[in-house]
């Protein structure tokens, strides 16, 4: 089954950048999927930022990214990225990444209980 994990977080002021990574593991998917990333902060829902169709090279973005987040992929590592500009303290939050069904994804925003997840990654904004 595939495998995700994040990296790239970390502490930045605001006005700053990060690119985050999601490396993909294990089989081939069969079937058409996305990837996207979400972001969580203690006491709120998982909330959308970006998703990617990962054949086509379609993107979405929630409106608090766009124009400042850029997702991209590397069909080669197998690896989704987020490259995160003009930072803002509302963006801390622990950031992950997951893969599902394309459908889902973009007619939702949101992934299942049964997609894949990785394990997160903090990003921290200071003012």
């Known amino acids: 089954q595939v495998q995700l994990e994040e990296s790239g977080g970390g502490l930045v002021q605001a006005g700053g950048s990060l690119r985050l990574s999601c490396a993909a593991s294990?089989?081939?998917?069969?079937?058409?999927?996305?990837m996207g990333w979400f972001r969580q902060v203690p006491g709120k829902e998982r909330e959308f930022v970006a998703a990617?169709?990962?054949?086509?090279?379609?993107?979405i973005y929630a409106d608090s990214a766009k124009g400042r987040f850029t997702i991209s992929r590397d069909n080669a590592k197998n690896t989704v990225y987020l490259q995160m500009n003009r930072l803002e303290p509302e963006d801390t939050a622990v950031y992950y990444c997951?893969?599902?069904?394309?459908?889902?994804?973009?007619?939702?925003?949101?992934?299942?209980?049964?997609?894949?997840w990785g394990q997160g990654t903090q990003v921290t904004v200071s003012s």
């Open positions: 997951g893969a599902g069904p394309l459908a889902r994804l973009w007619r939702s925003r949101d992934l299942g209980p049964d997609d894949y």
């Open positions: 294990g089989p081939p998917t069969l079937s058409s999927y996305a």
């Open positions: 990617i169709n990962w054949s086509g090279g379609s993107t």
